[in-house]
């Protein structure tokens, strides 16, 4: 299934200067999503820290992405045996629009015993899931046609019946063409979901992320990823959303946590 | 209870062209906490973005932090309307010990409905938790003579009884001194209590701490906080530990989560 050229390393791709592109495609309504927009910072900060993998990256996102031609930025923190510490700016001429943070390492290096009180979410067969629509009726997301998000038929209700009452999303993720989910890709994985407080009696609309981290706990065998996003803390106008990506092993392998602003409905 | 001069103001005072001092008394076997050094560093951060509180603040541990004289430096990355972010350093000399990056705002201006689908840990009173001793027989923890953590019985058979086997830590939190707890302490609390794998059956010792969130969702009421840790996901010699944090009228004020490394034993 995959090509030999991928969509999601082409929209990644970053010159040993920085020069690269928020590319079309990848967006909600014009504006890039933010994961995406992460992954695309980590690439040059990895290259610049000459590791392989974000264990963790903090983003702050400072402004919204159109596509168009941008600057990455990386600074080594610090180097150690196990992690390189690295901070990393996104910028459009002197605007800064993404700001990250991350400790950048080789996942296959990290060994240990395992002890897991969790379990994946418990998903219908792929087929029988709901497919995340490019468009929804009140925005495009051109992001879904390059995605395969399929939404657990109880987390879908937002979008087509009645809403849940609960602030959870599950589902499958995929890339539409094929493309292995490495390290880098679960950046954008954790941030592809709908809101799970869309599944909330809220006022509607985009919740714009102001912080989003990520902990990049083992690489992903083939195979797409069940994924559930959950939002314990709805209060003061602002939302966590708490991620989990499974492997198709039942390895856990992200976890995602962000600060969001609720819309003012 | 509260004295005029309070031990947490004096030990994170910082001058205005960031000079200022790890004091002794807040370590753990001669390394400072590292929830006190980000409060220290977040005091500077807010001084220089010129506001109240961190709402969203990450720190990546670069070294440990023994007593003596630091400098902290300041970025304004972008300026805001609710926000001001800010990235910060901790250095002695030209080495970095700690690194930030902080979203800093009012806590008191947010405001929007609540959702809230959790509750406060169950705690037994106060006088029947166990107070967290200064010397564990291990290595000796001053911090908890500035300190008020009294454990609930079920979280502390790591040190005086058989271990629970659950990567859960609950108890009460309140300042030695009865300082009240505002939102810059509560970076604090959210690293205060002992870490929850040391209930699993691990090799002991340290748990370092890679990288640190804490979101400020409200300023506490007055009075002891009750607060929760967990580590559901132990693997590749990493882990999980996340924290809700408790005012006494009820309200969820804060959430933390920490990526650490195992102790290798």
Redesign the interface.
Known sequence: MASSVNQFDTATAVAADGSCAIEPGWDIGGNANGGYLLALLARHVLAVAQREDP??I?G?F??PGTAGPVTAAATV??R?R??T?A?GSLLRDDR?LL?A?A?CGE?DA?????????APPKLPPIEECVRRPAGNGFVPVPLMDRLDVRLHPDSAGFASGPKSG??EVAGWFAFADGRPIDPLALLLVCDAFPPA?FN?E?PGGWVPT??Y?V?V??RPAPGPLRCVF?????????L?EDGEVWDSAG??VA?S?Q?G??ARG
């Open positions: 264990i963790t903090t702050h400072l402004a923190l610090k150690g196990l992690f510490t901070s800064l700001h943070v400790a996942i990290f060994q240990g015993p395992t002890f897991v009180d969790a609960v602030a407080v909330l809220l102001v912080e981290t902990h706990r083992g959950r939002s314990q803390f709805v209060q003061g106008g602002m966590n390895h856990l976890t946590r600060l602003l609720l």
